[in-house]
């Protein structure tokens, strides 16, 4: 049970920009899935089919193709972390899943969701914090097994990261080892295999001219992305989404004085010469924007804010619970607002600018300005609510459950324009920046969207509030949904349910 403490230190800190934030109810809600237990049919599959780490056989030691001695690529070598001092096997494997979401853009959330939770259920396998397992071995096992499914095209890199990771492990540790951990990620895959996230989507858009509001694309937009995200099958939170509390959370009407002054606020402060926001306001929405080709995104750049974040004792077990929590929940917080978005699809501001009617419900001076431009470029799917408020509130919340407070001091970089184009492109990085607490940080980031020019402040106060809602919920109840469906270990190595 959350004691007093913690639900003290979930009251959301007011946002100094606007007072418009009102008091949303406790999330109560029951949930929707059934635990992870593997039929006896994929027990027995499992146990008697060959796949690609040689399930059912004699399981060979990576070292014994990839020495030791072997270099990793730079951006696969282990016992690194360039954002804090916690250096173990997950934080190796968060670092190469990230990459990989740089280089190939397979969707963050998704395999940093399942590399995670499969290196937690692979551990609980092997009998957790008390295993008589080779932790190490373990995780890096399920973390190699995922990427190798999701990405095979890297297979080299995940080869010579586990075989560094093995060390001089025995063969008959590594092949334990490596069933247990194989067997446990196949469980997870062919759970999560149909999950909603691959599922073809038709979404109308209007067109120019539609009634206020109405989302249309911005300019050289031809197609909405993300919409079969909103179908996606969550880990943890319930659906409908409804039952979050969510129901009478909506854009404001048009025309209210409420549009009027989120509409005056982005185009003053969010337009590309924008004499309102400061040099350091226009940084602020590029160091969170991540939306460049070759970036992290926006929940990759927060699983950084948890590595600089987790002190370096934090035990291999710990974190491997801890990331599997922070990216069920990213992942289920992307359902969210993907869900509202396109309930709502309410337009963006460079929309806005070019076709807002003023009427004699309309503020003075609040009137279309065809020539505005957003300092930064708009993204391709509904304005509400914001994704970066939402996630960027579903990191807050489950680090401050975590950690039990919110102020935690940490530093953060940015990869804006994109991580390794200095200075052949004639910029430089921009300044780190150091953070007080990590409310602090969800609300910087959420303001970011409006300093862009792509987002109202409607958008990013709400955000926050579903991404706390999303954050706490799965933390509370991440374990009610896969600590008791946990695999177990049976002689040989093989995982049953």
């Known amino acids: 049970m959350i004691d007093q403490q913690r639900q003290q230190s979930r009251k959301l800190k007011p946002l100094t920009c606007t007072s418009r934030l009102a008091c949303y109810a406790s999330v109560a809600v029951a949930l929707l899935c059934t635990p992870l237990v593997p039929t006896a049919a994929q027990t027995n599959d499992l146990n008697s089919t060959a796949g690609s780490e040689g399930l059912g056989a004699a399981a060979t030691d990576a070292a014994d193709y990839y020495p030791t001695n072997v270099a990793p690529a730079p951006e696969f070598a282990p016992g690194r972390n360039p954002y804090g001092n916690l250096k173990n096997v997950i934080v190796d494997w968060n670092l190469a899943a990230q990459?990989?979401?740089?280089?190939s853009g397979y969707d963050p959330p998704r395999l940093?969701?399942?590399?995670?939770?499969?290196?937690?259920?692979?551990?609980?396998?092997?009998?957790?914090?008390?295993?008589?397992?080779?932790?190490?071995?373990?995780?890096?096992?399920?973390g190699h097994f995922v990427m190798a499914q999701l990405l095979p095209s890297n297979l080299k890199d995940y080869d010579v990261l586990l075989a560094a990771q093995l060390g001089n492990i025995s063969a008959a540790d590594a092949t334990t080892a490596q069933t247990i951990a194989t067997n446990a990620a196949t469980l997870l895959l062919q759970n999560r295999t149909n999950d909603g996230t691959q599922r073809f989507v038709i979404v109308p858009i209007a067109q120019s001219g539609s009634p206020q509001g109405e989302y249309q694309y911005?300019?050289?937009?031809?197609?909405p992305r993300n919409q079969n995200k909103a179908n996606a099958t969550s880990y943890v939170i319930p659906f409908p989404l409804s039952q979050l509390n969510t129901t009478n959370m909506r854009p404001p009407v048009i025309p209210s004085p409420e549009f009027d002054a989120d509409y005056a606020f982005t185009l003053a402060f969010g337009a590309?010469?924008?004499?309102?926001?400061?040099?350091?306001?226009?940084?602020?929405?590029?160091?969170?924007?991540?939306?460049?080709?070759?970036?992290?995104?926006?929940?990759?750049?927060?699983?950084?804010?948890?590595l600089a974040s987790l002190p370096a004792n934090t035990s291999l077990y710990d974190t491997a619970h801890f990331f599997a929590?922070?990216?069920?929940?990213?992942?289920?917080?992307?359902?969210?607002?993907?869900?509202m978005k396109y309930d709502n699809l309410f337009w963006r501001?460079?929309?806005?600018?070019?076709?807002?009617?003023?009427?004699?419900?309309?503020?003075?001076g609040v009137t279309a300005d065809p020539s505005?431009?957003?300092?930064?470029?708009?993204?391709?799917?509904?304005?509400?609510?914001?994704?970066?408020?939402?996630?960027?509130?579903?990191?807050?919340?489950v680090l401050r459950n975590w950690f039990n407070t919110d102020n935690v001091t940490f530093s953060m970089v940015s990869e804006y324009p994109a991580l390794g184009v200095y200075p052949a492109n004639g910029t430089t990085p921009l300044p780190s920046r150091t953070y007080t607490s990590f409310s602090s940080a969800a609300m910087e980031t959420g303001m970011s969207r409006v300093y862009a020019g792509i987002h109202f402040l409607h958008d990013?106060?709400?955000?926050?509030?579903?991404?706390?809602?999303?954050?706490?919920?799965?933390?509370d109840n991440f374990e009610a949904k896969w600590s008791g469906a946990s695999p177990t270990v049976a002689s040989g190595g093989v995982v049953t349910a």
């Open 460 to 475: 990013v106060t709400d955000g926050r509030i579903v991404g706390n809602q999303v954050g706490d919920y799965v933390f």
């Open 218 to 223: 911005a300019p050289n937009q031809t197609y």
């Open 112 to 142: 940093l969701s399942l590399v995670h939770l499969a290196q937690w259920r692979a551990l609980q396998a092997a009998g957790g914090p008390a295993t008589n397992y080779s932790m190490s071995a373990v995780a890096g096992y399920a």
């Open 325 to 339: 929590i922070f990216n069920t929940a990213q992942f289920d917080g992307r359902i969210a607002y993907f869900t």
């Open 272 to 306: 590309i010469n924008s004499t309102n926001r400061t040099a350091y306001e226009t940084d602020t929405a590029k160091f969170w924007y991540d939306e460049t080709t070759g970036n992290e995104g926006i929940t990759a750049h927060y699983n950084n804010v948890a």
């Open 372 to 397: 505005w431009q957003p300092l930064l470029t708009t993204v391709p799917e509904p304005d509400y609510p914001s994704g970066h408020g939402v996630l960027s509130g579903v990191a807050e919340a």
């Open 349 to 364: 501001p460079i929309t806005a600018a070019y076709q807002l009617i003023s009427s004699g419900n309309s503020s003075a």
């Open 99 to 103: 990459q990989l979401g740089r280089t």
